[in-house]
C-alpha cells in the first residue's frame, strides 16, 4: 500500500498515474470481457471488478465478472447488492466468448480467482490494471501503478479518462474498496489523490454511510467470535515491536467461519501500541498456513513475504505455506521477523 520500497523498475514505467494512451486505445476496442480479481477478494477487489463492470455496462460493453460462488466474506458481500445487473460466472467456461480478460488487483497470475486459470498468452487479449509493487507485467497490456491507493483508486481515474458520467453505484463500489485498502483514509497510501478521488465519488453519490456501516458496524456474530480468538492468541515478542496471532483450522470452523472470511483481522495485533510489525496465521484449509503482514512507521513487509515466497504491498503482504505445521511456521516466520526488524535497525 505504501511505497517505501524502491520499485523493481524503472520509474517511468512505475509512475503511471494514469494509464497509456496505448492502453486506453487497446481498452476502447473490448466489447465482450471477463473481468476477474484475487483469490480471496477483500473490498478493493470486489469493488473495482465490479465498479469497472458496471460502467462498462453502462456504456454499452457486455462485461461478466467472473467470481466462484460462496467466495465473498460475509463482511462485504453487500458490495454484491450495489452492482446488480452485473452477471458473474464461477469458472472460465470455454462456450462463453468472451473477447478479453480485465485482471484487477491481482499481483501474480496464479492468483486468479477463476479456473481454469486463464492462458495470458492465448488468444483473448489481457489487461492488468494493479497497485501492488510486487506486480509482473503478467498480461499482453498493463497498468500498474504502487503509487495507487488502491484498484479502486486506479478505476476510477481510468472512468474519468474514458470519459464516462460516474454512476451512483459505481461510485459507492470504487468507494467502498478505496475505504478498504486505505483503512478509512488512514493507512500511509492515502494520498492526496486518494482523497481528492474519494470527494469525487461522494459528489458523485456513493453512499458514505450505507459503506461505513457495513464495513465497520456490523459485524456478525460469527465474525465477532473469530475476534474474539484473534485478541485472545495475540502475543508480542521483540520488546513490543512485533505481534502476531494465528488461528487454527478448528478456530476458524469453531468461530462459524471460513477461509474467506480471514480478512483484516491482522489489524487487532497490529493496533497495540509501539508495535512495528505485525502478522496473522490462519489455517484456512487443513494444511495451509497463510500469513498476512503488515509493516507500520517505516517498516516494510513485502521483502520479508517474499522471502518465503508470497508478496504484495510495500506495508501490507502476505504469503501461504503448505505442509507444515502452523507451529513451526510460527517459529521460522518470526524469527525471520526479528530478524528484518534487526536489519532495518528498528528499534
Ligand atoms: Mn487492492
Request: aromatic share 4%; proline share 5%; net charge negative.
Amino acid at each position: 500500500m505504501s511505497n517505501a520500497v524502491a520499485a523493481p523498475r524503472t520509474p517511468e514505467v512505475r509512475s503511471n498515474r494514469s494509464p497509456t494512451h496505448e492502453f486506453v486505445k487497446h481498452l476502447q476496442t473490448v466489447r465482450k470481457p471477463i473481468i476477474v480479481g484475487h483469490v480471496t477478494p477483500d473490498a478493493d477487489c470486489i469493488g473495482s471488478n465490479f465498479g469497472l463492470a458496471l460502467a462498462m455496462r453502462e456504456n454499452g460493453i457486455d462485461a461478466t465478472v467472473g467470481l466462484p460462488t460462496g467466495c465473498v466474506a460475509n463482511k462485504i458481500s453487500f458490495m454484491l447488492d450495489l452492482s446488480r445487473g452485473v452477471p458473474t460466472t464461477g469458472e472460465l467456461n470455454p462456450s462463453i466468448s468472451f473477447d478479453s480478460i480485465i485482471v484487477i488487483d491481482t499481483a501474480a497470475a496464479k492468483r486468479i480467482n477463476i479456473q481454469p486459470l486463464p492462458d495470458l498468452g492465448g488468444p483473448l487479449v489481457s489487461f492488468n490494471i494493479d497497485h501492488h509493487i510486487t506486480n509482473d507485467d503478467f498480461a499482453r497490456h498493463n497498468w500498474v501503478d504502487p503509487h495507487a491507493s488502491s484498484s479502486c483508486e486506479m478505476v476510477s481515474v481510468l472512468v474519468n479518462r474514458l470519459g464516462w458520467k460516474m454512476s451512483k453505484p459505481v461510485a459507492s463500489l470504487l468507494y467502498a474498496g478505496l475505504y478498504g485498502d486505505t483503512g478509512g483514509f488512514s493507512l500511509p497510501c492515502t494520498s492526496a489523490e486518494s482523497l481528492r478521488i474519494g470527494a469525487e465519488l461522494v459528489s458523485a453519490g456513493a453512499d458514505v454511510a450505507h459503506i461505513g456501516e457495513q464495513l465497520c458496524r456490523s459485524q456478525n456474530r460469527s465474525d465477532f467470535e473469530l475476534l474474539r480468538r484473534v485478541y485472545d492468541h495475540t502475543t508480542v515478542v521483540a520488546d513490543g515491536r512485533i505481534a502476531y496471532s494465528h488461528l487454527s483450522y478448528k478456530d476458524i470452523t469453531d468461530a462459524g467461519c471460513k477461509a474467506d472470511d480471514i480478512d483484516d483481522q491482522v489489524s487487532i495485533p497490529r493496533a497495540l501500541k509501539g508495535v512495528r510489525l505485525a502478522m496473522l496465521f490462519s489455517e484456512g484449509e487443513p494444511g495451509v498456513v497463510r500469513i498476512n503482514l503488515r509493516g507500520e512507521g517505516t517498516v516494510t513487509v513485502v521483502e520479508l513475504a517474499q522471502r518465503f515466497g508470497g508478496g504484495g504491498h510495500a506495508q501490507s503482504a502476505g504469503v501461504k505455506m503448505k505442509n507444515k505445521p502452523m507451529e513451526q511456521v510460527i517459529s521460522e516466520v518470526v524469527a525471520a521477523a526479528e530478524e528484518h526488524l534487526r536489519n532495518l535497525g528498528v528499534k
